[in-house]
């Protein structure tokens, strides 16, 4: 069936230094890739998205790669912040039979070390 | 203010008694979905509706039922809880069509002892 894997589960960096978080996912139909934020006790909110006629997207200190023919996408975010801390989830939207849906990561708990 | 709205936000009850988590949003989505989230599986969909009296099994949908009378509401319904339903639930909304954000509701936090 369709899955996304996500690594690594947790990740600890020094406030400033980069993290990057890896997914890859099985179902080489998914077109669309957004990537979840959320913080303790908070709903997911989305903080990025890719779609699959590009490879790589920048917001501020967030990037998004896309490598389409190795189904891997990745987050990175750059001079990390303490209020990066947060659960990330990487998703991946399945279509199938005129229907779609979302298939989650596992997520990847990060902490930003003061 | 555009959102999705769970109702309760925490919830104890005991095993077999029937109970419903409300869902509601107000940015007249079309498709609403229901997960589950629980330590190191991530977010799984349970029931998913792509619209009005339209819904469709998630991957974890055992145990639960939905409903779609109305588009702005999608109730999650467990008819006898058992246990392993202690998780952290979330309600979504979306439009309908492909590579579109999704809204979530706070999270509701069930208990079932």
């Known amino acids: 069936g369709e899955n996304v894997e996500q690594h690594p589960s947790t990740l600890s960096v020094q406030e400033g230094d980069s993290a990057v978080i890896k997914c890859t996912y099985s179902?080489?139909?998914?077109?669309?890739f957004p990537w979840y934020k959320q913080e303790l006790g908070k709903r997911p909110q989305l903080i990025i998205d890719?779609?699959?006629?590009?490879g790589e997207k920048k917001d501020q200190r967030i990037a998004v790669t896309l490598n389409k023919t190795a189904k891997h996408f990745s987050l990175h975010i750059t001079e990390t912040q303490p209020e990066d801390s947060a659960v990330y989830f990487c998703?991946?939207?399945?279509?199938?039979?005129?229907?779609?849906?979302?298939?989650f990561g596992t997520g990847t708990r990060l902490k930003v070390l003061a | 203010e555009a959102q999705v709205t769970q109702n309760p936000r925490y919830l104890i009850t005991v095993t077999g008694k029937k109970l419903t988590v409300t869902c509601s949003q107000n940015?007249?989505?079309?498709?609403m979905s229901w997960y589950r989230q629980d330590p190191g599986l991530g977010l799984r969909q349970i029931y998913y509706?792509?619209?009005?009296?339209?819904?469709d099994k998630g991957d974890v949908p055992e145990g639960y039922k939905v409903s779609r009378k109305e588009k702005r509401n999608f109730p999650l319904i467990l008819e006898s809880p058992s246990p392993n339903q202690t998780s952290l639930y979330f309600c979504?909304?979306?439009?309908?069509?492909?590579?579109?954000?999704?809204?979530f509701g706070q999270g509701t936090r069930l208990t079932v002892v």
């Open positions: 979504a909304s979306s439009l309908s069509r492909v590579n579109t954000e999704a809204f």
């Open positions: 179902d080489s139909a998914s077109n669309y």
């Open positions: 890719i779609r699959s006629n590009v």
């Open positions: 998703a991946a939207m399945v279509i199938k039979r005129g229907t779609y849906k979302y298939i």
């Open positions: 940015m007249n989505h079309e498709y």
């Open positions: 509706s792509m619209n009005v009296e339209v819904t």
